[in-house]
């Protein structure tokens, strides 16, 4: 058990509709990261927050956003959802200050599976 | 561009024996390389990383990584396989100036034959 923790495990829902992604981090970490899981693009990431400010985006869709609150948790809405969007979301956190260097290690959570039909 | 090549998709290897799975970056700078588990319907398992120093690093579940500069590899290898490492593996780098963000390889799912 990595110490991360997302919900929910599975998410179906029809083409066009908005979902939620929840992610609260290890105990003490301070920065979150969404990863995507395709079959078609693997294992890629989508965007960084730490202590509550975005601080790297990657290939996000505009009809993607993300927020970390003061608790740390964070969330991702998807909206305008579509068939391509189907996959496996990760969140993943680390201890690192964002300008410290990139050597910190990622722990992930189990992942949302999300299904558009 | 930064990347991660996985050459091998499937990786077979009998009960017992050496595995191997293979790693190759292409970063601007000193990399920072990992290694990551998935089993099915579970999340990504970290083994080991690379930052700096000695050139073989050790992990997790016997496992270690071999990184060679003149290469650009870090390539995974355990000396006795197990059924019990039967998963998918992820080889990622993270580099100075990308912030923390991970570039994963495309996997490699490891078979191991009893």
């Known amino acids: 058990d990595s110490g991360v923790t997302q919900t929910p495990k599975h998410l179906i829902t029809a083409t066009g509709q908005r979902v939620t992604l929840r992610c609260s981090p290890r105990s003490g970490d301070l920065s979150v990261y969404w990863y995507q899981q395709s079959l078609d693009q693997g294992l890629q990431f989508l965007i960084q927050?730490?202590?509550?400010?975005?601080?790297a985006k990657g290939n996000i869709l505009e009809r993607f956003s993300a927020q970390q609150f003061p608790d740390l948790h964070s969330e991702l809405n998807l909206s305008s959802l579509e068939l391509g969007d189907s996959a496996l979301y990760f969140c993943?956190?680390?201890?690192?200050?964002?300008?410290?260097?990139?050597?910190?290690?990622?722990?992930f959570g189990p992942g949302t599976r999300l299904t558009v039909l | 561009a930064q990347s991660v090549a996985q050459p091998e998709d499937q990786v077979n290897v009998a009960e017992g024996n050496p595995l191997t799975v293979k790693c190759t970056y292409s970063v601007s700078g000193n990399p920072y390389l990992f290694w990551y588990v998935q089993y099915p319907n579970r999340g990504l398992q970290f083994l080991l990383k690379?930052?700096?120093?000695?050139?073989l690093v050790k992990g997790s579940y016997g496992f270690e990584a071999e990184f060679n500069k003149s290469q650009t590899s870090f390539h995974l290898k355990k000396p006795s396989a197990l059924v019990s490492d039967s998963a998918l593996y992820f080889c990622a780098v993270s580099y100075p100036g990308g912030y923390n963000k991970l570039i994963f390889g495309a996997g490699t799912r490891l078979a191991v034959h009893p």
């Open positions: 993943a956190s680390s201890g690192s200050h964002p300008l410290a260097g990139p050597s910190d290690t990622q722990y």
């Open positions: 927050y730490y202590n509550g400010e975005e601080r």
């Open positions: 690379y930052i700096t120093g000695d050139n």
